[in-house]
């Protein structure tokens, strides 16, 4: 089974402190993608990446940033906290052929910012 | 804007009864996904269907796809209470290759 996982569930942050989110998958999956879950709003894509080192924004990429050293690590980067960055953050891995194939979803990481 | 969106956005039945959601989206598609969230979990997919496909099964799942319309339905047939959750459809269009997220329906069956 594909599995898919989040170093947090649950993150209390400081508005202007710098967060890391980190996801890892174990089925050599070559792209990976950061979403946001709001209440109302559904999933919106952060950023996706579909290689080692390689990058692309999704529909919210503003006042985030992410790395992939490694094939199966992808990290999500909050450069400074804010307030509206209070959410739910769910990573996933799917094989290439990009988003026309199953997702795999880890179990999503809830983040407050105070 | 939103590509796929579920209704209703809430169900509420007996445990083994039928439950029925509906997915309408706006522009021609690849494909489209159901996925299962549990409350507070991450998505697990469900079932995809492709667009030249007209329905498919997986256990207690049909999804049916009519492209005509824009519409898909999925059918949980002898609904348990481990299938409150909310379920989410998900395409992709013809002309992008993202995957858009509707914003769900909240299925609660009760025991």
């Known amino acids: 089974d594909v599995k898919v996982t989040q170093s947090s569930r649950y993150l209390v942050k400081r508005t202007g402190e710098k967060v890391f989110l980190e996801c890892v998958q174990d089925m050599d999956h070559e792209n990976m993608f950061w979403y946001r879950q709001d209440p109302g709003l559904g999933l919106r894509l952060i950023y996706f990446s579909y290689d080692v080192k390689m990058k692309e924004k999704g529909d919210i990429p503003e006042g985030y940033s992410v790395s992939r050293e490694k094939k199966e690590r992808f990290s999500l980067i909050l450069e400074s906290a804010s307030t509206n960055q209070t959410s739910m953050y769910l990573c996933a891995s799917s094989t290439a052929g990009g988003f026309q194939e199953t997702q795999y979803f880890g179990p999503g990481t809830r983040l407050l910012v105070l | ?111």
């Not at chain 2, 996904?33 to 007209?54: A, K, P």
């Not at chain 2, 256990?59 to 299938?83: E, N, P, Q, Y």
């Open chain 2, 1 to 111: 804007s939103q590509q796929g969106e579920e209704d209703p956005q809430a169900l509420s039945i007996q445990e083994g009864e039928n439950a029925t959601m509906n997915c309408s989206y706006k522009t021609s598609i690849n494909n489209l996904q159901w996925y299962r969230q549990n409350s507070g979990r991450g998505l697990v997919h469900l079932i995809l269907i492709r667009s030249n496909e007209r329905e498919k099964h997986s256990g207690r799942l049909r999804v049916t796809l009519d492209t005509s319309k824009k519409s898909s339905s999925l059918l949980i047939t002898a609904s348990r209470a481990a299938d409150t959750a909310s379920y989410f459809c998900a395409t992709t269009r013809l002309s992008s290759y993202k995957l858009i997220f509707g914003s769900g329906t909240r299925l609660l069956v009760r025991p």
